[in-house]
């Protein structure tokens, strides 16, 4: 049983060379050393995850314009903002800034050296975040073979994004494809893989993040009483899931002034899983307001209830281009013959060509490989809530050491591949 997992990769941003030849011969350098956590990092960590927030939800609102009805949106923010953090690392003047902007650092007057402690300490702690649950986020930096950035950028992406760098061929595209691929299917346990279909050969480099997740719920479900039922995608389309269902005491809120149900399932760690369900025909209202203001009151609102709480099981991936998506948002000239990547390469004028991003989401009644798991609660005499996921709801799995949103995404249609 492949249990609950959100395997996300990857927010790639390839790099090709525009304007001057491409310079052979040089060779890059591979050592650096890190630096200890400084005492500042948890509280800088914690200063990141507003803005990442409002990135996550302005990304929600583009990607939402975009999705045709009836399709999945997910996607893992905090794997595309920390992608956007490491290219900034050597993006100069506008370029910079554009990307400071977007991102949301600016206006808490973030120096990239805040930004990058942040990231270090962020990384440290998900790194640690490993009882009963696999989370692994990455970073890495594919170079063309004799290409040379300037060697502070290659020192600050392992100090800070713990990133590991390897060489590869882009002369010769498809093998550059296949040992891409490779990785990326390899970190992602074979989730993801063929993520790339095609290289620009003036590729110069290529950044990966990714974010592998699996989580064991922590109250699961009972195999036995999942049962077929029918599920509303809009209101000409019926498809069939399998439902699971379980009665027990949740994390629960009815906001009626918002028009919403929400309910908190946790991992066995400090991740969950929080859904929010709209009110029938309030789907579109209720994306229109949503932002990071409304996940914290929901947040701080649950309390403890008896729900009988009916999920659908599923298995869903979604994958975007988000070039145009980041240009609305505010980032435009790192993909344009203006681009300053300068902290990068001197010698070679750098924009960014493509930017792709691919997640997937499972959903079952264990969590875990095999397990066999009895819990029995202590449930009051009065008639439980009633919380039935047959029609699109919104998904958010949080992690609640580095309070940063891992995954999030709509789920129009628990059967779309």
Known sequence: MRGISGSYVLAALLLSVA?????????????????AHSHEGED??????????????????????KTAAGKNIFYSPL?????????????????????????????LSMTQDQVNEAYKHLLH?????????????????????GFNPVEKFMKDLKDYYSGETFDVDFNTPDTAVTKINSFIAKKTH?????????????????LINYVFFRGKWEKPFDAEQTHKADFHVDDATTVQVD??????????????????????????????????????????????????????????????SSVELYLPKFSISADASLADTLKEMGIVSAFGDTADFSGISEEVKLKVSKVSHKAVLSVDETGTEAASATTAEIMPMSLPDN???????????????TKS???????????AE
Not at 20 to 34: K, M
Not at 91 to 103: K, V
Not at 244 to 258: E, I, L, P, S
Not at 263 to 280: F, G
Request: with cysteine; glycine share 6%.
């Open 243 to 304: 439902m699971m269902k379980r009665t027990g005491r949740y994390d629960f809120y009815q906001d009626q002034d918002n028009h919403t149900t929400v309910i908190m399932l946790p991992y066995k760690s400090n991740t969950s899983m929080m859904i929010v369900l709209p009110d029938e025909g309030k789907m579109a209202e209720v994306e229109g307001y949503i932002n990071k203001d409304y996940i914290r009151h929901w947040h701080d609102s649950l309390f403890r």
């Open 19 to 35: 304007w001057a030849d491409h310079h052979e011969g040089h060779h890059h350098g591979h050592s650096a050393t890190g630096e």
């Open 125 to 145: 702690m998900l790194g640690h975040s490993q009882e009963a649950q696999q989370l692994e986020v990455g970073n890495a930096l594919v170079l063309r073979t």
């Open 44 to 65: 800088i960590c914690h200063k990141i995850s507003p803005p990442n927030a409002d990135f996550a939800f302005a990304l929600y609102k583009n990607l939402n314009a």
């Open 190 to 206: 074979d989730k993801i893989d063929n993520m790339l279909s095609s290289l620009d050969p003036d590729t110069a480099m290529v």
């Open 387 to 401: 919380m039935k996921l047959d029609r699109p709801f919104l998904v958010f799995i949080l992690e609640h050491s």
């Open 79 to 107: 794997g595309i903002a920390t992608v956007l953090s490491m290219l900034s690392l050597g993006a100069h003047g506008a370029t910079h800034s554009e990307m400071f902007t977007t991102l949301g650092y600016s206006p």
């Open 405 to 415: 949103v891992l995954f999030m995404g709509k789920i129009n249609n628990p059967t």
